[in-house]
Each structure stands twice: as structure tokens, then as C-alpha cells.
């Protein structure tokens, strides 16, 4: 099981520099989340035009495919950022 990071510091023992490394470190984790809604996003919508516009059942299913990639992109991408916000919550005392 690995270690939480966050888990060494106590909110008293941080100065200016950690509270502002924290603060960054929230905002690549919002982005990170936004980039896996993206990624999951342009998944989906190609699995569904290739299951609109195509006729050949293979082709719809490789769309359905990626339908359920997209779902289990997006699902993966809540998941870790929930896990990393409880982290950094840890250390920021929220």
C-alpha cells in the first residue's frame, strides 16, 4: 500500500511556499480532471458518429466499443480525482 505524501507535513510546520505549492498542486489536479471530461467527451462523440453514420456492423460495434472506453475514462478520471482532493485535503486541514 503506498504512502500518502501529504501524510509527513502538518498544517503548523507549512509556510508561505508550501500553502502556494498546495494551492498549485490543487489547480493541476482541476485540470487534470478536465482533461480526462475532455478526452472521455471526444471518446463518446466518435463512438457515437461511427455507430450513426455507419452501416456495417462492425464498424458500430468498434462505436459501441468506444462508447463504454469513454464511460470507463471518465469513471477512472472522478475516481482519481476524488482520491488525490482527499490527499490534499489531508494537509490543508479541509
Excluded: C, Q, W
Excluded at 489536479?29 to 467527451?41: F, G, Q, S
Excluded at 463518446?44 to 460495434?61: E, M, N, P
Excluded at 475516481?79 to 482532493?85: D, E, G, P, V
Amino acid at each position: 500500500m503506498k504512502k500518502n505524501p501529504y501524510e509527513n507535513f502538518s498544517n503548523e510546520e507549512l509556510i508561505l511556499r508550501d500553502h502556494l505549492a498546495i494551492d498549485r498542486t490543487i489547480l493541476a489536479n482541476e485540470r487534470t480532471i478536465l482533461a480526462y471530461v475532455r478526452t472521455a467527451l471526444a471518446v463518446i462523440a466518435a463512438g457515437a458518429t461511427l455507430i450513426y453514420f455507419s452501416t456495417d456492423s462492425l464498424i458500430k460495434l468498434l462505436g459501441g466499443i468506444l462508447i463504454i472506453a469513454g464511460v470507463i475514462t471518465l469513471v477512472v478520471g472522478i475516481l482519481k480525482y476524488k482520491k488525490m482532493k482527499e490527499s490534499i485535503g489531508k494537509i490543508k486541514g479541509n
